[in-house]
């Protein structure tokens, strides 16, 4: 399986931008994707999530009401789309795919649901 998360750039503050994550492979083992972000000397942390059934969503609080994400036309592919930004949301971004099972909105927080990761794609938002 492999992930290409391509999207990223500077924006100013107030700006969007949006990401896309398609997945290649064997990727009928999975049940959504999600997207978590590192900033410099933090850890990375759970931005949103999409399960493929019912297309269920779940968001981090710090970005609930400013990204949205949705599937791509019924590929395995989520794309964020990222309005309001602000200098906070400065990271590399990184898509996965959920490879747990009915997993819970807080299991999807927590990188073990995930199997597969993409390498990241920079975001950056000046002040």
């Known amino acids: 399986v492999q992930l290409q998360a391509y999207g990223g750039g500077l924006v100013q503050a107030g700006g969007s931008l949006r990401l896309s994550c398609p997945a290649s492979g064997s990727t009928r083992s999975s049940y959504g994707m999600g997207w978590f972000r590192q900033a410099p000397g933090k850890e990375r942390e759970f931005v949103a999530a999409?399960?493929?059934?019912?297309?269920?969503?779940n968001y981090a609080a710090s970005v609930k009401g400013r990204f949205t994400i949705s599937r791509d036309n019924g590929k395995v592919a989520v794309n964020p789309e990222m309005n309001s930004l602000n200098p906070e949301d400065t990271a590399v971004y990184y898509c996965?795919?959920?490879?747990?099972?009915?997993?819970?909105?807080?299991?999807?927080?927590?990188?073990?649901?995930?199997?597969?990761w993409g390498q990241g794609t920079q975001v950056t938002v000046s002040s």
């Open positions: 999409i399960r493929w059934t019912r297309g269920r969503t």
């Open positions: 996965a795919l959920i490879t747990v099972s009915g997993s819970t909105d807080f299991a999807l927080s927590n990188r073990a649901s995930y199997g597969y």
